[in-house]
T-cell receptor
Framework: SQKIEQNSEALNIQEGKTATLTCNYT??????LQWYRQDPGRGPVFLLL?????KEKRKERLKVTFDTTLKQSLFHITASQPADSATYLC???????????FGDGTTLTVKP | SQTIHQWPATLVQPVGSPLSLECTVE??????LYWYRQAAGRGLQLLFY??????ISSEVPQNLSASRPQDRQFILSSKKLLLSDSGFYLC?????????????FGDGTRLSIL
């Protein structure tokens, strides 16, 4: 069955550093990979989408890579700020009715 | 602009009682609609999705059902709640277009079963 693994431990970094979050998957060939941010008690908010034929996508301080050979996506936040503290979820999907499979998320804490 | 409304924000129900959670979307037509459940510290488990009025696909066998009586209304129901139905329920919408379209989530309902 499909399986998605994100950083098993919470990630704590110092303000100004680059945060790198990992999303690994097995038994799946996704056409798209999305990253979401979720704050406590709130619904996830979409951040970035990357297609299977794209290696890298950027948006402001965010960068996502997608390696279909390694079956892995990396999510980078550069010049991190305390306001970036949240849980980040990756989601894989293909063309079937927009169904996505979500990972369990990685909780990032950026300390001032 | 599009908005999604989900209510109530919190709900405490006794075991065996019925449930009805409602989700409405504004500012778009014919969206795909989704119900998810999230356990504490976990990812989102897809419960139901709908690509049109009256069209419901169930992803996980369970004590819950969903209905889409109108284009932008999605309802999650149960006739008799179980303790295991506790959790954080999220509704989401997306434009048709498969996985290329991001999902937009409501702020969820925290359901506690006593």
């Amino acid at each position: 069955s499909q399986k998605i693994e994100q950083n098993s431990e919470a990630l704590n970094i110092q303000e100004g550093k680059t945060a790198t979050l990992t999303c690994n998957y097995t038994n799946y060939s996704p056409a798209y990979l999305q990253w979401y941010r979720q704050d406590p008690g709130r619904g996830p908010v979409f951040l970035l989408l990357i297609r299977e034929n794209e290696k890298e996508k950027r948006k402001e301080r965010l960068k996502v890579t997608f390696d279909t050979t390694l079956k892995q996506s990396l999510f980078h936040i550069t010049a991190s700020q305390p306001a970036d503290s949240a849980t980040y979820l990756c989601a894989l999907s293909n063309t079937n009715a927009g169904k996505s499979t979500f990972g369990d998320g990685t909780t990032l804490t950026v300390k001032p | 602009s599009q908005t999604i409304h989900q209510w109530p924000a919190t709900l405490v129900q006794p075991v065996g009682s019925p449930l009805s959670l409602e989700c409405t979307v504004e500012g778009t037509s014919n969206p795909n609609l989704y119900w998810y459940r999230q356990a504490a510290g976990r990812g989102l488990q897809l419960l139901f999705y709908s690509v049109g009025i009256g069209q419901i696909s169930s992803e996980v066998p369970q004590n819950l059902s969903a209905s889409r009586p109108q284009d932008r209304q999605f309802i999650l129901s149960s006739k008799k709640l179980l303790l295991s139905d506790s959790g954080f329920y999220l509704c989401a919408w997306a434009l048709p277009g498969g996985g290329l379209q991001p999902q937009h989530f409501g702020d969820g309902t925290r359901l506690s079963i006593l």
